[in-house]
């Protein structure tokens, strides 16, 4: 089968085009071949190293795509079903990994890191860490490739973890990217006014068109529009999505006794922040990594139902687009989420 594989790191020189054998499915394991691959702006930060991999691997963690071969100890599924994948794979006997902790538990694995992922034309998956996608209603299924890590991960910051009830004023940072765009639709289908921050002028339609109340396009900073259009209060709730470069604005720009839930980082080196606004503001400050299986599902839902609409650019399974494709993430320029989709040119 055809793949990008990932020869060690450094530049996008490392991603290399490579023929390799399909890999063969173990006991509990499908065989999925793949409609859809995310390309998520982690990937770039394991191919420099930020983040270790074992080498060579195959990257990628968002992965949709048909069974088409059933190993022995299998249940729920079966060929021909459409899935989609959590991005790490539990032990179902670690205690541990007990359900609504799947996400962080000790044994977890990693797809794309620390066993191959979707960067390919097939993959080998534990039926655990799998949901049918059935009728894929309006979305074509390389579209439910966004459903763990973008969708699934702003369900869990957003209603699992911020409990974010209707007309509560949320700012999201980043919004134009693979994340952001589709948190704003999250929070819209739960009832929220959403302001949404962007230092592209590009995405600020776009941004505006899927559901943003109010776009804020800034250069330097964010927190003093936000307390303008929040009468001088802040917002209830931060998603920041960015991480160091915009988490100084996002301490600023919440409401005293608010919320800020940090789902992303795109600069992975140690960060400050300022204790004292924490403290005398009592700030609220909660990580979110990705997605269980209950907010996979639950995005798979809200994508089937037309309650997020799925933003994504389609790129072939060659080594120019993918080393383009994560050119353009460094740089800030993806708008959506960029998806490999191995069955088209």
Known sequence: MRAVVMSGYGSYEVLVERDVDVPKISVGEVLIRIRGCGVCYRDT???????????????????????????????????????????????????????????????????????????????????WVLKRIGDPG??????????????????????????????????????????????????????????????SSEKADLIKRVGADDVILYREGFSEEVRRLTDGEGADLVLDTVGGPTLEQSLRSVRRGGRILLIGNIDPNPQRIQLGLVILREIDIHGVLNSTSRELGEAIEMLRKGLVKPIIREIGLDESMVREAHRILESGGSIGRIVITPGKK
């Open 45 to 127: 930060i394991v191919r420099r190293g930020f983040m270790r991999a074992k080498i060579p691997v195959i990257p990628g963690h968002e992965v949709s795509g048909e069974v088409v071969e059933i190993g022995d100890g299998v249940t729920g599924f079966s060929k021909g079903d459409l899935v989609a994948s959590l991005i790490y794979i539990h032990n179902p006997r670690d205690p541990s990994c007990g359900e609504g902790y799947e996400n962080i538990c000790r044994s977890r694995v990693s797809i794309g890191e620390d066993r191959d992922g979707c960067y390919a034309e097939y993959i080998t998956l534990p039926y």
């Open 138 to 199: 309006d979305n074509p299924p390389e579209a439910y490739s966004i459903a763990a890590c973008v969708v699934g991960t702003s369900v869990r910051a957003l209603k699992t973890i911020g409990g974010v009830s209707r007309d509560e004023r949320i700012l999201i940072t980043g919004a134009g990217g693979g994340v952001g765009i589709h948190a704003i639709q999250v929070a819209k289908a739960l009832g929220a006014r959403v302001i949404a921050a962007t230092r």
